[in-house]
């Protein structure tokens, strides 16, 4: 399965930009990445997903490397409750039969 | 809109016992995953299933693991006999073109 490496924690500071990096190198030109958090005690929680263009939303944005073999999350201005893990995933498959295969995640810490 | 819902939130049976995971898709959503969550781990994918048709069960522990999907709505996953590194959170997620959406999970503890 197509794996994503990212690293195993962060730390940043209230109030400031956070860039979350992912490498996809083995990415086919199907897969779709998507970026998903986790709170403690809850379910991973849809952030964003692109295919080759940079995408925003109102809650992140996502820039994705020309190559697609890498790509960024980008939260604007971090609060306290954005500290969670972070998913960096490849959506895999054919229509129908598309699923997410998950790596360890970065734990982002943020600082008052 | 209602999200995915899962009962029970949690769970402890002593090993060799059965138990068994109830979801509840978002309305609509054809498509319905099982993941397992060790402490530490990210989720790895038990099952999943395209309306009531297994899609993908490549890692499902076959001899003990069982799901079914009734009339391609909810969800049962099923262990039997348990065993002490069954314990893990198990989420049930659903999609329809976007997402998956994820539901908050059972919390299953094997003493």
């Known amino acids: 399965d197509a794996k994503t490496t990212q690293p195993n924690s962060m730390e940043s500071n209230e109030e400031e930009p956070v860039h979350l990096p992912c490498n996809h190198s083995t990415i086919s030109g199907t897969d779709y990445i998507h970026w998903y958090r986790q709170l403690p005690s809850q379910g991973p929680e849809y952030v964003i997903h692109?295919?080759?263009s940079n995408v925003n939303n109102r809650m992140a944005s996502l820039a994705i490397a020309e190559d697609r073999k890498s790509s960024t999350l980008i939260l604007h201005r971090a609060t306290l409750r954005d500290a969670a893990v972070y998913y960096c995933?490849?959506?895999?498959?054919?229509?129908?039969?598309?699923?997410?295969?998950f790596g360890q995640g970065t734990r982002l810490t943020i600082n008052p | 809109e209602a999200g995915v819902a899962q009962s029970p939130r949690y769970k402890i049976i002593e090993k060799r016992q059965s138990v068994a995971f109830w979801c509840n898709p978002i309305?609509?959503?054809?498509?319905l995953y099982w993941y397992q969550q060790i402490l530490g781990q990210g989720p790895k994918l038990l099952i999943q299933?395209?309306?009531?048709?297994?899609?993908?069960d490549s890692q499902l522990p076959k001899d003990r693991f069982s799901a079914e999907r009734l009339k391609g709505v909810d969800s049962t996953l099923k262990i039997q006999p348990a065993k002490l590194e069954d314990s893990a959170v198990y989420l049930c997620a659903s999609s329809l073109g976007r997402g998956p959406f994820f539901g908050p999970g059972t919390r299953l503890t094997v003493l």
């Open positions: 299933f395209q309306n009531n048709g297994v899609v993908d």
């Open positions: 995933i490849l959506r895999i498959g054919i229509q129908g039969a598309q699923k997410l295969v």
């Open positions: 309305s609509g959503h054809a498509t």
């Open positions: 692109g295919l080759t």
